[in-house]
């Protein structure tokens, strides 16, 4: 867990290049750390402006200190283990301690120093997507600054010219650094606090591997196939609900740093999408809305009304993300008898399961897996196995939570009358006889 008591006090500037010698060494903030990967609480500011803080699903935000009128981060670019969801484990490299990096939170109008040390086992840089700073402080290594190689730190200093929602990622080895997980979000806070106001305001990033069953580590050359769709880094069930106050207003900011576009969908509720990494989109400009695609490389913000109690489904509408581990080459055997198809396995294979006959439901299948992989559809709600994976969540809207209580509520327990249900159809009607017609009886 990080500490917030180093980040009080003051330091010498920095030069916006490599950091060496004992005065600027001493200079740097404390890394904080963190390895849980569960939400952490909201993190409000100690100092400077006052903001409603975001929370990051799975995820925290990086404590910063002020530095007179500066404000420092640390960032460490390592290796990580994340646990993807409770039975599964995947080597990384991320920052601070997980992939993804924490969030970083500022106010429009900051003067920002971020410090990078390099503890990976090659060179790396960070670029930071969508916002608008000087062309030395943009992190494409080679082009705008030299690589910073391992055990190097790095600093970028600049001043965060607009308000909106941003990424970071390296441009260093790109292809290798992102497939193995280096990334994170940039929250920078409108300085006038009217501005669109939000209850609660959560965020993450998207981003996808295949990591083979029974392996440890993404296979980092993989473009197209993947199999496993993440929400930072984790996987239903393992991605955290969004606890909200019926009648709050709520903002979700997503980031797709994955290969593929994500149409994002919201049951229950219409909403309006309000920002992208370009800035904020006029009122008059938006329009409702119950998915919107988040393409690659992108950010999309949407606001919403929590109106309507209950449980709602969060996720990704293509079918294949809300799934885990998929084997892409099972052959398609709806229709097939299972019965046949089982007894001609079965001489071959005898502990082989002939599965997929009737559809391929999965909550009344038990079948042997790897180790350190998950089922393609799992999770159990109320009313039984819920059949999800990927990028699932649930947003829990409720009456009764306070403030700043982000706590996963339970299940939602739904007013008399209101859940669907059986009923029984009418008995059917007796077999008419059919014959010649009766004597007498015109037709």
Same mark, same amino acid.
């Not at 002020?66 to 599964?88: I, Q, S, T, Y």
């Not at 920002?112 to 969508?130: C, D, I, K, Q, S």
């Not at 950010?299 to 009304?305: A, E, G, H, K």
């Given at each position: 867990?990080?500490?917030?008591?180093?980040?009080?006090?003051?330091?010498?500037?920095?030069?916006?290049?490599?950091?060496?010698?004992? *005065?600027?060494?001493?200079?740097?903030?404390?890394?904080?750390?963190?390895? %849980?990967?569960?939400?952490?609480?909201?993190?409000?500011?100690?100092?400077?402006?006052?903001?409603?803080?975001?929370?990051?699903?799975?995820?925290?935000?990086?404590?910063?200190?002020?530095?007179?009128?500066?404000?420092?981060?640390?960032?460490?670019?390592?290796?990580? *283990?994340?646990?993807?969801?409770?039975?599964?484990?995947?080597?990384?490299?991320?920052?601070?301690?997980?992939?993804?990096?924490?969030?970083? @939170?500022?106010? @429009?109008?900051?003067?920002?120093?971020?410090?990078?040390?390099?503890?990976?086992?090659?060179?790396?840089?960070?670029?930071?997507?969508?916002?608008? #700073?000087?062309?030395?402080?943009?992190?494409?290594?080679?082009?705008?600054?030299?690589?910073?190689?391992?055990?190097?730190?790095?600093?970028?200093?600049?001043?965060? %010219?607009?308000?909106?929602?941003?990424?970071?990622?390296?441009?260093?080895?790109?292809?290798?650094?992102?497939?193995?997980?280096?990334?994170?979000?940039?929250?920078?806070?409108?300085?006038?606090?009217?501005?669109?106001?939000?209850?609660?305001?959560?965020?993450?990033?998207?981003?996808?591997?295949?990591?083979?069953?029974?392996?440890?580590?993404?296979?980092?050359?993989?473009?197209?196939?993947?199999?496993?769709?993440?929400?930072?880094?984790?996987?239903?069930?393992?991605?955290?609900?969004?606890?909200?106050?019926?009648?709050?207003?709520?903002?979700?900011? #997503?980031?797709?740093?994955?290969?593929?576009?994500?149409?994002?969908?919201?049951?229950?509720?219409?909403?309006?999408?309000?920002?992208?990494?370009?800035?904020?989109?006029? @009122?008059?400009?938006?329009?409702?809305?119950?998915?919107?695609?988040?393409?690659?490389?992108?950010?999309?913000?949407?606001?919403?009304?929590?109106?309507?109690?209950?449980?709602?489904?969060?996720?990704?509408?293509?079918?294949?993300?809300?799934?885990?581990?998929?084997?892409?080459?099972?052959?398609?055997?709806?229709?097939?008898?299972?019965?046949?198809?089982?007894?001609?396995?079965?001489?071959?294979?005898?502990?082989?399961?002939?599965?997929?006959?009737?559809?391929?439901?999965?909550?009344?299948?038990?079948?042997?897996?790897?180790?350190?992989?998950?089922?393609?559809?799992?999770?159990?709600?109320?009313?039984?196995?819920? @059949?999800?994976?990927?990028?699932?969540?649930?947003? %829990?809207?409720?009456?009764?939570?306070?403030?700043?209580?982000?706590?996963?509520?339970?299940?939602?327990?739904?007013?008399?009358?209101?859940?669907?249900?059986?009923?029984?159809?009418?008995?059917?009607?007796?077999?008419?006889?059919?014959?010649?017609?009766?004597?007498?009886? %015109?037709?």
């Amino acid at each position: 867990m990080y500490s917030r008591r180093g980040f009080l006090g003051t330091a010498a500037l920095a030069s916006a290049s490599a950091v060496s010698g004992r *005065v600027q060494a001493a200079s740097i903030p404390e890394a904080p750390h963190i390895d %849980k990967v569960v939400m952490q609480p909201p993190l409000h500011p100690i100092s400077g402006p006052d903001y409603r803080p975001v929370v990051t699903l799975n995820g925290w935000s990086l404590p910063f200190r002020m530095n007179g009128d500066w404000k420092e981060f640390h960032l460490v670019a390592e290796p990580v *283990v994340r646990e993807f969801a409770e039975g599964m484990k995947v080597n990384l490299w991320g920052y601070n301690g997980q992939s993804p990096g924490p969030t970083i @939170e500022t106010v @429009e109008g900051d003067k920002v120093r971020v410090f990078v040390t390099n503890r990976l086992p090659e060179y790396t840089t960070v670029h930071w997507h969508g916002m608008i #700073i000087p062309s030395g402080m943009d992190g494409v290594g080679g082009l705008t600054q030299p690589h910073i190689q391992p055990g190097k730190t790095f600093v970028y200093e600049f001043e965060m %010219k607009k308000s909106g929602t941003f990424m970071y990622h390296p441009h260093s080895d790109e292809m290798v650094q992102m497939a193995m997980g280096m990334m994170g979000m940039v929250v920078v806070h409108p300085r006038d606090q009217s501005f669109r106001p939000v209850d609660r305001d959560f965020v993450f990033v998207m981003s996808t591997y295949r990591v083979d069953p029974g392996t440890y580590l993404p296979q980092v050359n993989e473009m197209t196939d993947f199999n496993m769709w993440t929400w930072n880094s984790r996987v239903f069930p393992g991605i955290d609900p969004l606890p909200v106050r019926l009648g709050d207003k709520v903002r979700v900011r #997503i980031g797709n740093l994955s290969m593929t576009n994500h149409p994002i969908h919201l049951h229950g509720h219409s909403f309006a999408v309000t920002c992208t990494d370009g800035g904020w989109i006029p @009122e008059s400009a938006q329009y409702p809305e119950t998915t919107t695609d988040v393409p690659v490389g992108a950010v999309r913000v949407f606001d919403v009304l929590a109106d309507n109690p209950g449980d709602w489904a969060f996720h990704c509408h293509k079918s294949h993300h809300t799934m885990n581990a998929m084997g892409h080459e099972v052959r398609n055997l709806i229709g097939v008898s299972r019965k046949d198809l089982a007894r001609a396995v079965g001489k071959l294979a005898p502990d082989a399961m002939a599965m997929g006959s009737t559809g391929m439901a999965m909550g009344n299948m038990e079948m042997p897996a790897p180790d350190n992989t998950l089922p393609m559809m799992t999770g159990t709600g109320q009313f039984g196995p819920i @059949e999800m994976g990927g990028m699932f969540t649930v947003m %829990k809207i409720r009456e009764d939570l306070a403030r700043d209580d982000y706590r996963d509520p339970g299940p939602y327990k739904f007013p008399q009358g209101t859940v669907a249900y059986e009923v029984t159809p009418p008995a059917a009607e007796p077999a008419r006889q059919q014959g010649a017609p009766m004597k007498n009886m %015109k037709m």
